[in-house]
């Protein structure tokens, strides 16, 4: 029987991880069925052990499931101990192994297909829910000079910034305090853009900015990546890479062979007009 996965989330029909994985599979040749799981909100269990009942290897996790994703798996990696939250998971007898790709993701893009190393420049990152909590720590792994983690509720900045203390220079603070600051690479982790909001950064953060990426995939010209292009910003990104970059991380884990990611990025870019 052919190794079954699949992405399981609520509401799941905009999902693009089937195109994803299928293109993976045919690259690489492997032989694998990648679909698409509406999960009946508050029945993660019994929806996901109906699926490794019937032979299912993995599953890609997409909101609002990460943490019942977590709270199922019996063994956990460091960035999805840190993130309290999984994206991927893998089945192997009777464990369940829980990932989270994606701030590797992240990082993956930026520094290899964009080409922005993170080493040595100073990076601003506004919001410190789930997505910015992803990405703490491999942020940190590049050692930027210094992270910024700006937010409208502060403690919550701090706070994660705390979590990174022991591996970097961060630190939390609301967006008043960046007034006057300018930063070479700057990410809105936020939600704002899923609502066609912006968060109130000042566009001075951007005098000198390389770099703006917005982690949200497929919204076009946000207000936060319009103000950067306003301000100057050489280079705009959405989170179409990322997207990518996460997949090919789960892919690599459950069948060993890591996918080139180029054409799904193709295919799948939106414009930023
Ligand atoms: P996600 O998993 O997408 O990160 P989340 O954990 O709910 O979602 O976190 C949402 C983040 O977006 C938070 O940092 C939130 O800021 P607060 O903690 O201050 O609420 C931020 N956010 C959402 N809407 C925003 C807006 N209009 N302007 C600025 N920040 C916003």
């Given at each position: 029987?052919?190794?079954?996965y699949?992405?399981?989330g609520?509401?799941?029909?905009f999902?693009?991880?089937?195109?994803?994985?299928?293109?993976f599979?045919?690259a690489?040749?492997?032989?694998?069925?990648y679909?698409?799981?509406e999960?009946?909100?508050?029945?993660?269990?019994?929806?996901?052990?109906a699926?490794r009942a019937?032979?299912?290897k993995g599953?890609n996790?997409?909101?609002?499931f990460?943490?019942d994703?977590?709270?199922?798996?019996?063994?956990?990696?460091?960035a999805?101990?840190?993130?309290?939250?999984?994206?991927?998971?893998?089945?192997?007898?009777e464990?369940?192994?829980a990932?989270?790709?994606?701030?590797?993701?992240l990082?993956?893009?930026v520094?290899?297909?964009?080409?922005?190393?993170?080493r040595?420049k100073?990076?601003?990152?506004l919001?410190?829910g789930?997505?910015?909590?992803?990405?703490?720590?491999?942020?940190?792994a590049e050692q930027?000079?210094?992270?910024?983690i700006?937010n409208?509720n502060v403690?919550?900045?701090?706070?994660?910034a705390?979590?990174?203390?022991?591996?970097?220079q961060?630190?939390?603070c609301?967006?008043?305090?960046?007034?006057?600051?300018?930063?070479?690479?700057?990410?809105?982790?936020?939600?704002a853009?899923?609502?066609?909001?912006?968060?109130?950064?000042p566009?001075t953060?951007?005098?000198s900015?390389?770099?703006?990426y917005?982690?949200?995939?497929?919204k076009?010209?946000?207000?936060f990546?319009?103000?950067?292009?306003g301000?100057?910003?050489?280079?705009?990104a959405?989170?179409?890479?990322?997207?990518?970059?996460q997949?090919?991380?789960?892919?690599?884990w459950?069948?060993?062979?890591?996918?080139?990611?180029r054409a799904?990025?193709?295919?799948?870019a939106?414009?930023?007009?």
């Amino acid at each position: 029987m052919t190794d079954q996965y699949a992405v399981i989330g609520n509401p799941i029909a905009f999902s693009k991880s089937p195109l994803i994985h299928a293109s993976f599979a045919q690259a690489t040749g492997q032989e694998i069925e990648y679909r698409k799981i509406e999960g009946p909100l508050g029945r993660f269990e019994e929806t996901v052990a109906a699926f490794r009942a019937a032979g299912g290897k993995g599953l890609n996790i997409t909101a609002p499931f990460k943490l019942d994703a977590f709270a199922y798996a019996s063994e956990h990696s460091p960035a999805a101990l840190l993130a309290g939250a999984a994206n991927a998971i893998k089945f192997d007898g009777e464990r369940v192994l829980a990932e989270n790709f994606d701030g590797v993701g992240l990082v993956r893009d930026v520094v290899h297909n964009l080409g922005h190393a993170l080493r040595g420049k100073r990076v601003l990152m506004l919001g410190a829910g789930g997505a910015a909590r992803g990405a703490l720590l491999p942020f940190l792994a590049e050692q930027p000079t210094e992270l910024v983690i700006a937010n409208r509720n502060v403690d919550k900045a701090q706070a994660l910034a705390r979590l990174g203390a022991s591996r970097g220079q961060v630190r939390g603070c609301g967006y008043d305090a960046l007034v006057g600051e300018r930063f070479d690479l700057v990410f809105n982790a936020t939600s704002a853009s899923l609502v066609g909001e912006l968060p109130p950064v000042p566009a001075t953060v951007f005098a000198s900015a390389a770099l703006a990426y917005e982690l949200a995939y497929g919204k076009g010209l946000t207000p936060f990546l319009r103000l950067a292009q306003g301000a100057g910003v050489r280079q705009l990104a959405d989170g179409v890479g990322m997207l990518a970059e996460q997949a090919a991380e789960a892919f690599a884990w459950w069948r060993g062979v890591r996918p080139d990611t180029r054409a799904v990025i193709g295919q799948l870019a939106i414009a930023l007009v």
